[in-house]
């Protein structure tokens, strides 16, 4: 397990910077008729023009800078000429890295004039997110982060995707642990001072089974129903946690 030093957390901090940055730009473009390879093509410009990588493009072999979701596609969405229609929730999820150190944000996006039921999917989903990083602190357990996400999203009424998880982060994109969004309390690795974890729920309106595409990226529903997906890079602290994907 790799704990970073000050040094190490300040440029993940910086590349986190750049990545909310990047998601903030994004806002104003969630419309209908935009296309998620023009979004892909802001976003990867966004980045480079902020002298770092958009670390997704290439990353075994995927054709993009971004992982866009529409609808029931969880995760790893390929962008392409399809356009945002009125109603439509987006989920866009990528990394930056800047000198040699990544950071990992999601955020979900109403396109329009999203559905109560949907928008209220939305606000839970980022609500079970905050209810995870609650419980992180020096000391805790991996296991108390995805029982504080499971409850709070089924006393919400959504299903958690379990085959799918947050995970390590640092100089690499994917870096032990694994960090699952259900669990026990009290169970798992405890966690230490100075590690940098992506914790990311994703969380279905039916229910929690998904499956792969043809394309061998893009994860959906089994059952069509829309999924939520947000996503925070964040390092332990002594008494708590603090956010690297922010201003």
């Given at each position: 397990m790799n704990i970073k030093s000050?040094?190490?957390i300040a440029l993940m901090k910086e590349a986190g910077r750049i990545n909310y940055l990047a998601h903030k730009e994004m806002e104003k473009y969630m419309v209908p008729g935009m296309t998620t390879k023009m979004l892909d093509k802001k976003i990867h410009d966004f980045v480079i023009q902020h002298d770092a990588y958009p670390?997704?493009?290439?990353?075994?072999?995927?054709p993009a800078s971004a992982c866009i979701c529409i609808n029931d596609e969880v995760v790893h969405g390929i962008p392409s000429n399809r356009k945002l229609k009125d109603g439509d929730i987006v989920k866009l999820d990528f990394t930056v890295r800047k000198a040699g150190y990544e950071s990992d944000m999601t955020r979900t996006y109403l396109v329009g004039n999203v559905s109560p039921q949907i928008k209220q999917m939305v606000l839970d989903t980022e609500e079970a997110l905050y209810a995870g990083l609650r419980v992180i602190k020096s000391g805790a357990r991996i296991g108390d982060i995805g029982h504080a996400i499971e409850s709070y999203a089924h006393a919400h009424g959504l299903s958690v995707v379990e085959d799918l998880v947050g995970h390590g982060i640092g100089t690499k994109?994917?870096?032990?642990?694994?960090?699952?969004?259900?669990?026990?309390?009290?169970?798992?690795?405890?966690?230490?001072?100075?590690?940098?974890?992506?914790?990311?729920?994703?969380?279905?309106?039916?229910?929690?089974?998904?499956?792969?595409?043809?394309?061998?990226?893009?994860?959906?529903?089994?059952?069509?129903?829309?999924?939520?997906?947000?996503?925070?890079?964040?390092?332990?602290?002594k008494d708590g946690y603090e956010i690297l994907t922010g201003e």
């Open positions: 000050e040094r190490e670390s997704c493009l290439g990353y075994e072999g995927f994109m994917h870096e032990d642990p694994e960090v699952p969004n259900f669990g026990k309390e009290n169970t798992g690795l405890v966690l230490k001072e100075g590690m940098t974890l992506a914790i990311e729920p994703m969380l279905n309106l039916g229910k929690k089974e998904v499956v792969l595409l043809d394309n061998d990226w893009t994860v959906v529903t089994e059952d069509g129903s829309p999924s939520c997906h947000f996503e925070h890079t964040i390092v332990v602290t």
